[in-house]
């Protein structure tokens, strides 16, 4: 191939911003490599397949090579070659035959096809990455595209929702409307799939406040995973943190994505994104070079110190972007930021996030990252949600993130799974689940939405599997079922998988109601994940990342009227009652006129537990009292949040309980409002006399209000 010289004009153009910016007359290109020697920028015709032409950027000021392009136009389909030492073993990987995407390409245009020539060693070489290969991977490439950003939001502002009023709903575009029947083809798996009003409708009828979208961010397929017919479903694999996935859009412009978030919004559902930047799509050593790699791979990742051809590898992927440059902090910093103010989304999940808080001695609640993002005006009404562990030392840390942040809570998942199964001396453990997890969060002024409380997310077992299996199934996935977690707290309830036996399926769906149940009703963030309110299976699968079929995808044909009804009317009892999210932690230390304390907890025999009744391994059913008239409690509007008297009852043993209803000052009796017995949830009118026995069947879950003397 003939070399390809630049006619294009250049200018000197700026180092700032980063990225490619049209400004209304031609486009400013920047890019970030403190040890690049030249940089080159490639032009592309509209179909990304032919190279015109190769412009040296003029410019290096501060690390930043720059330069304008007064001819550009937005939609011209880029990307870089760097020039610089190919010294692994010095930490530098350049390799200027490989295109390399932009780092702030705000849209990408065509796909991976994977070969050998996207790797900048030889494939196959003996000597692995110390080999040098000069094969060209540019049409193999996605092409970076330049982008005008104008959109007309109207009157779309941001709304945050408040925590203590926060319905988290975890789930993806492309499963949630794959299959969805009002969903027209053509728009089936994308952002304007996601926009359709049968699927807004949805979410507004279960009472859904804010969606969490897993990764929407550009990513690459794995290659040994596009070998065996397979796709990065999840996509836990990002290399563009600033471009939408483009297998998400319909259209491919970012009006579309720009448009989902308008339509929810006004619907009053925020849209929460679940963010990658702990790692690449680049792998370790012998992964390919894509971007940062071959951009300034010494800056960009962690390598180790003793010997920097090789990545420390906290992640579990291969590679840990380096929260210790301040480079990957402002690249981080300014996606985030793009989000909001362009992209108008209303908070963050941070995958694997104790690696953003990483420094070279290990996680600190005060690093570099996070003090950034906490001083950020943009980030500050966000919604900040952390997964607080990873793979390297040290790596568990929940509830050690710091104010502001929100934390996935695994210990509230395991608890619950575990109660619920019939394990033996769970409740002192549940108890502290359902009440905020106090020994976690209760710290520096946290509060007790500070724990996102999960049954079931993306990573293990749906719902539905989570009472059908006991083992995991992951044979799809091409690993010999070696992949997933093996401990799942589940139970089959006699038969692994799908079964005819109408008790077991019975008993099967009155887990799933007690399991959601116990969600909605404890203090903290709750967070349901999509289809578990239509019991999607994903037959045994607990690690379904690479499923991009009917595995994943929800069948909405599957939709049980009464399961749909049981989690409506739990979130609107939640929502009706302020005591269920209270905005801080109850201790019993509060009290009513009356002397009724702020939170109780009673055995079955209607007496509060002391610690002699704690220490009963063999004990199953519990009562939690929670007063709304104890404690001053208000709203952002200085209003009130009092409340009646609710009575939760859950009994996990097998049998039935006799369990007497406390007999409390100013009552008259108790009302059963939910009832985990009925396929719908729905309690009954007639009054339960307080100090009576009521018998409880073996798992359920009664949720009482207290029938108050009248002038209480």
Not at 10 to 20: C, I, N
Not at 383 to 394: N, R
Not at 431 to 458: C, M, Q, Y
Not at 489 to 494: F, I, K, L, P, V
Request: glycine share 10%; charged share 25%.
């Amino acid at each position: 191939m003939p070399p390809i010289t630049a006619r294009t004009a250049v200018w000197p153009g700026k180092p700032h911003p980063l990225g490619a910016t049209w400004d209304g007359f031609g486009v400013n290109f920047a890019l970030f490599s403190a040890h690049a020697e030249r940089v080159e920028l490639c032009l592309f015709d509209k179909t990304g397949q032919r190279e015109l032409e190769r412009v040296t950027l003029p410019e290096h000021t501060d690390e930043v090579w720059h330069g304008y392009l007064p001819d550009a136009r937005p939609g011209q389909l880029y990307g870089y070659r760097v020039h610089g030492p190919y010294e692994p073993e010095e930490g530098h990987r350049f390799n200027p035959n490989k295109l390399l995407l932009d780092p702030y390409a705000r849209a990408l245009f065509g796909g991976f096809k994977w070969s050998d020539a996207h790797y900048g060693y030889r494939v196959g070489s003996t000597r692995e990455d110390l080999s040098f290969d000069r094969r060209d991977n540019a049409r193999g490439m996605p092409k970076c595209r330049v982008v005008d950003g104008a959109f007309t939001w109207g009157h779309d502002r941001p709304r945050p929702v408040p925590w203590n009023d926060t319905v988290l709903y975890e789930t993806h575009p492309r499963g949630f409307t794959m299959r969805h029947p009002d969903v027209p083809k053509q728009l089936r798996g994308t952002f304007a799939g996601m926009s359709t009003a049968s699927v807004i409708e949805h979410l507004k009828a279960l009472g859904i406040t804010s969606i969490e979208l897993l990764p929407i961010q550009a990513m690459a397929d794995e290659q040994h995973l596009v070998t065996r017919g397979l796709t990065n479903y999840w996509g836990y694999n990002s290399i563009g943190f600033f471009a939408p996935e483009p297998r998400c859009m319909s259209t491919g412009v970012l009006s579309e994505f720009k448009t989902m978030v308008a339509r929810l919004h006004e619907a009053g559902i925020e849209v929460i994104l679940d963010v990658v930047y702990n790692h690449t799509a680049e792998g370790n050593h012998l992964g390919p070079t894509l971007s940062f790699k071959g951009i300034d791979n010494l800056s960009y990742y962690r390598l180790m110190p003793d010997n920097p051809r090789f990545y420390i590898n906290d992640t579990g992927t291969g590679n840990t972007l380096n929260f210790a440059h301040p480079r990957v902090v402002q690249m981080v910093m300014d996606s985030l930021r793009y989000w909001v103010t362009e992209m108008h989304v209303d908070g963050f999940r941070f995958d694997l996030a104790t690696v953003l808080a990483r420094e070279p001695y290990g996680f600190d609640p005060g690093s570099g990252f996070l003090d950034a993002v906490r001083q950020d005006p943009v980030l500050a009404d966000v919604k900040l949600i952390a997964e607080p562990w990873d793979v390297g030392p040290g790596g568990y840390q929940v509830g050690n993130f710091p104010p502001g942040w929100a934390e996935w809570n695994d210990r509230y998942r395991d608890t619950v799974r575990r109660y619920w199964r019939g394990d033996d001396g769970m409740l002192p453990e549940l108890a502290g689940r359902i009440a905020g997890s106090s020994d976690l969060f209760e710290k520096r002024g946290r509060r007790p939405w500070s724990s996102v409380n999960f049954i079931t997310a993306h990573d293990g077992f749906t719902l539905h599997d989570l009472v059908s299996f006991n083992d995991k199934h992951n044979w799809a996935n091409g690993e010999e079922n070696r992949d997933g977690h093996s401990a799942n707290c589940s139970w089959n309830h006699g038969v692994e998988g799908e079964t005819a036996d109408p008790a077991i399926n019975a008993l099967r769906a009155r887990q799933k109601r007690n399991l959601l149940a116990t969600l909605f009703l404890s203090q903290g963030t709750p967070m349901m994940l999509a289809g578990d309110e239509m019991n999607h299976s994903q037959g045994g699968n607990n690690n379904a990342y690479c499923q991009d079929n009917e595995t994943t995808w929800l069948d909405w044909s599957r939709k049980d009227p009464g399961l749909l009804a049981f989690v409506r009317r739990l979130i609107a009892l939640r929502k009706a009652h302020p005591v269920l999210r209270r905005p801080v932690f109850l201790h019993g230390k509060d009290t009513a006129a009356n002397g009724l304390k702020d939170i109780v907890w009673y055995n079955s025999h209607g007496v509060e537990k002391t610690a002699e009744h704690w220490r009963n391994t063999q004990a199953r059913c519990i009562a939690l009292l929670l007063n709304g008239h104890a404690g001053r409690h208000l709203g952002v509007d200085g209003q009130p949040l009092t409340d009646g008297v609710l009575l939760i009852v859950l009994n996990a043993h097998a049998e039935a309980v006799a369990v007497t209803l406390p007999d409390v000052p100013g009552g008259r009796g108790w009302r059963c409002a939910l009832d985990t017995r009925q396929k719908d949830g729905a309690g009954e009118e007639r009054m339960h006399l307080a100090g009576r026995p009521t018998l409880v069947d073996g798992r359920s879950v009664l949720v009482f209000t207290l029938v108050e003397q009248p002038g209480l």
